[in-house]
């Protein structure tokens, strides 16, 4: 993995990728973050060495570097998931790759729905905490001990600086942001009752696919890491109505103008 890491890194530095201080990872509901992007270097996934290939057909497949509220930020526009067949290394690759060249902080951004049922579809969530319900590891793999301490603590995955600031962000701008804790599944398929019932009971507000794998890679690589869900539906097991995909991403995209003003407002003070 270090020779792929290398050739990517060295690829991208030779396409005017230079010393970015953050990374951001554009899941669904902050797409649009790119249009207020001084952009100055730009790479397909596809043509990144060693690099996977987003299948999704609302996710975009490009690394971005360029300015944003006067900092260097290189930015995923599209990111990859389990459900596509990837590993977890996969997943996690562009973290990698990502803090090579130079990132200390890594902002992240994903759909998820609500199982706390005081929270409500269109608003948001910082997510405080985390359950790992994957499976696996992005660190259960031969070597990993080369590339940063195996027995990566996570007793605090989520900067208790940024998130205090996101807080203050929000409420500065009336923005509605709840607190909670994030549990990451394989997906694809969405949850039935009995495990909406006992993600709630484990003590999860929030689910989705993505954000966790992520997140346990930016910890061992030492770098700070904050990450906000657009709630795009409610998951109340007693109710619980079939998913309409055309009004989760609708959702996420109303959402997306609070996203983008607490991302970039973040940034400012970073």
């Not at 590993?87 to 790759?97: A, E, G, W």
């Not at 995955?157 to 509605?176: C, G, H, Q, R, V």
Request: aromatic share 6%; proline share 4%; glycine share 8%.
């Amino acid at each position: 993995m270090i020779k792929q890491i290398t050739e990517s890194t060295e690829y991208l530095q030779s396409k005017g990728f230079d010393n970015p201080e953050i990374g951001i990872i554009l899941g669904t509901g902050l797409g649009q973050l790119i249009n207020e992007i001084d952009i100055i270097a730009q790479a397909s996934y596809n043509h990144i060495p060693n690099f996977p290939t987003a299948t999704v057909e609302f996710h975009k497949g490009k690394l971005i570097f360029g300015k944003l509220e006067g900092k260097k930020v290189v930015v995923m526009q599209g990111r990859f998931h389990v459900y596509e067949g990837y590993t977890l290394q996969d997943v996690t690759f562009p973290v990698r790759i990502m803090e090579k060249l130079g990132i200390k902080t890594l902002l992240v951004s994903n759909a998820a729905g609500a199982v706390n049922l005081n929270f409500k579809k269109g608003e948001l969530m910082l997510i405080d905490d985390h359950i790992n319900l994957q499976g696996s590891s992005p660190l259960a793999f031969k070597g990993v001990s080369e590339l940063g301490e195996r027995f990566a603590d996570m007793s605090a995955p989520y900067d208790f600086e940024i998130n205090s600031k996101i807080e203050t962000i929000a409420k500065n701008n009336n923005i509605k942001l709840h607190k909670g804790v994030y549990a990451s599944v394989v997906g694809p398929q969405l949850e039935t009752r009995a495990e909406y019932r006992m993600l709630g009971i484990i003590g999860a507000d929030a689910v989705g696919m993505s954000t966790v794998p992520e997140i346990i890679v930016a910890n061992h690589l030492k770098l700070k890491a904050a990450a906000v869900s657009v709630l795009t539906d409610e998951c109340d097991p007693d109710n619980l109505k079939p998913v309409d995909i055309a009004e989760i991403i609708d959702m996420a995209n109303k959402a997306e103008p609070d996203m983008i003003t607490l991302f970039k407002e973040l940034i400012k003070n970073l």
